[in-house]
């Protein structure tokens, strides 16, 4: 009588990304695509996320589906701007949450870039969003 190993096979953890990047170039100041092979581990992307920024930045934005492509779409405008991004700068993402990205800014010199916002420090403010329900 044959007996299979106890332990046949071995076990695979989940393990998936919990960073992406993207390069800042001009398309990138409207709305953000997130990477297509980022979004396929994960599925489904919520459609209300928040993204802190390296300063303590607290940003709520929305996310939306076109085909395979996940945008960061309303909010991701508004904190560009306040956050100075400049064309060649780096962003990293890192997911904490389904609902929750941590982003940190590098510029050229490959150095992390601390802009406050320039709604920084005022509570009320500093939490942007936009909802066209
Ligand atoms: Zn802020």
Known sequence: MKRRAANS?????????????????????????????FVRWFGEVPSNIIVTANTGCYWRMTTVREGDDVYIDQGWAAFAVAHHLQIGQFLVFKKVSTFQYNMVIFDYTCTEVMTMCGYHGDATKCVVFQSHV
């Open 9 to 37: 096979g071995h076990f695979q953890p989940d393990i998936a990304p919990d960073h992406f990047l993207r390069i800042i170039f001009k398309p990138t100041f409207n709305r953000l695509r997130i990477p297509r092979d």
